[in-house]
C-alpha cells in the first residue's frame, strides 16, 4: 500500500475496532512503519472517528512531518519496531487498545509464567489457536501512559525471547491493555481479536483451563509452524 491507501486503512481498523468494543472514547492508538519514517493515529484522538488527513506523520528520527500531534506512545511503537526485526524484519503495522477482557486479568489475576520463560505472561497456553495465531503474551509490570521506560521495558523482553527463538506478537500493559503487531494492519487485528476472545475464555471458565500439554504444543509448532 502507498501513504495515501495505509491512512485509509488506519481509518479503516480505527472504526472496525471502535465500532466492536476493542477501544473507547480516545483510548488506544495505530501506527504503520513506513519506509522513511512512521504514521500514527493523533494524541487524544478517537479511533472511530478518524481522518486521515489528519493522521500525524515522524520521520525516522520520531520528529513530526506533518498532521495532528502525535499520540505519546510512539517511543513504545518504535522500539516494537526496533525490537521485532531479528525475528520479524517485516513488521509494519502496531495495534495498542484497552480491549476489556485483557485488562481485567491484570486487575484480578496474579502473573503467569510460562515452561519457556521465567518472565509473567498474561495467558497460559489453553487453546490451539492462542498459541498459533499469538503466542507467548509478557506482562509489562504498570507504568503511567506514556512512561518512555515502558519502551526500554519491552525492548529488553522482546530480546530475552528472540534469543530463545522465539517470536513474540503481543505484549500486556498492565492496567491499560496490549500492544499487538503484525506484517499488516489487517494481522495486528487479527492478534488482537484472538487474544481478546483467549482472555474472555480463560475469565469465564472455573475452574480455570488447564494448559495444553508440551506434547500437543509440540504438535503445533511441527504442524503450523507456531512460535511458542
Same mark, same amino acid.
Request: net charge neutral; hydrophobic share 40%; proline share 8%.
Given at each position: 500500500?502507498?501513504?495515501?491507501?495505509?491512512?485509509?486503512?488506519?481509518?479503516?481498523?480505527?472504526?472496525?475496532l471502535f465500532d466492536r468494543g476493542?477501544?473507547?472514547?480516545?483510548?488506544?492508538?495505530?501506527?504503520?512503519?513506513?519506509?522513511? /519514517?512512521?504514521?500514527?493515529?493523533?494524541?487524544?484522538?478517537?479511533? /472511530?472517528?478518524?481522518?486521515?488527513?489528519?493522521?500525524?506523520?515522524?520521520?525516522?528520527?520520531?520528529?513530526?512531518?506533518? /498532521?495532528?500531534?502525535?499520540?505519546?506512545?510512539?517511543?513504545?511503537?518504535?522500539?516494537?519496531?526496533?525490537?521485532?526485526?531479528?525475528?520479524?524484519?517485516q513488521t509494519r503495522a502496531v495495534?495498542?487498545?484497552?480491549?476489556?477482557?485483557?485488562?481485567?486479568?491484570?486487575?484480578?489475576?496474579?502473573?503467569?509464567?510460562?515452561?519457556?520463560?521465567?518472565?509473567?505472561?498474561?495467558?497460559?497456553?489453553?487453546?490451539?489457536?492462542?498459541?498459533?495465531?499469538? /503466542?507467548?503474551?509478557?506482562?509489562?509490570?504498570?507504568?503511567?501512559?506514556?512512561?518512555?521506560?515502558?519502551?526500554?521495558?519491552v525492548a529488553a523482553m522482546l $530480546?530475552?525471547? $528472540?534469543?530463545?527463538?522465539?517470536?513474540?506478537?503481543?505484549?500486556?500493559?498492565?492496567?491499560?491493555?496490549?500492544?499487538?503487531?503484525?506484517?499488516?494492519?489487517?494481522?495486528?487485528?487479527?492478534?488482537?481479536?484472538?487474544?481478546?476472545?483467549?482472555?474472555?475464555?480463560?475469565?469465564?471458565?472455573?475452574?480455570?483451563?488447564?494448559?495444553?500439554?508440551?506434547?500437543?504444543?509440540?504438535?503445533?509448532?511441527?504442524?503450523?509452524?507456531?512460535?511458542?
Open positions: 500500500m502507498n501513504e495515501s491507501q495505509l491512512r485509509d486503512e488506519i481509518c479503516r481498523v480505527g472504526k472496525s476493542y477501544v473507547h472514547a480516545s483510548a488506544g492508538n495505530i501506527s504503520v512503519r513506513l519506509d522513511d /519514517g512512521f504514521l500514527i493515529t493523533p494524541t487524544d484522538a478517537c479511533l /472511530g472517528f478518524l481522518d486521515p488527513a489528519r493522521i500525524a506523520k515522524l520521520d525516522g528520527n520520531l520528529q513530526q512531518v506533518s /498532521g495532528d500531534k502525535a499520540s505519546k506512545t510512539i517511543a513504545l511503537h518504535a522500539a516494537i519496531y526496533k525490537a521485532s526485526q531479528p525475528y520479524a524484519p495495534i495498542h487498545t484497552h480491549s476489556t477482557a485483557c485488562v481485567a486479568l491484570t486487575l484480578a489475576a496474579p502473573p503467569k509464567s510460562s515452561n519457556a520463560s521465567p518472565l509473567p505472561e498474561l495467558l497460559p497456553p489453553i487453546t490451539p489457536y492462542f498459541v498459533m495465531k499469538v /503466542g507467548h503474551v509478557p506482562l509489562v509490570p504498570y507504568h503511567r501512559p506514556g512512561d518512555p521506560a515502558v519502551a526500554v521495558r $530480546a530475552h525471547y $528472540a534469543k530463545r527463538g522465539i517470536a513474540v506478537r503481543a505484549v500486556m500493559l498492565s492496567k491499560l491493555g496490549p500492544n499487538v503487531w503484525h506484517d499488516s494492519l489487517a494481522q495486528a487485528m487479527a492478534v488482537l481479536e484472538e487474544l481478546e476472545e483467549t482472555a474472555k475464555l480463560y475469565q469465564m471458565t472455573s475452574p480455570k483451563p488447564s494448559s495444553l500439554s508440551d506434547e500437543d504444543i509440540a504438535d503445533l509448532r511441527k504442524t503450523f509452524n507456531a512460535s511458542w
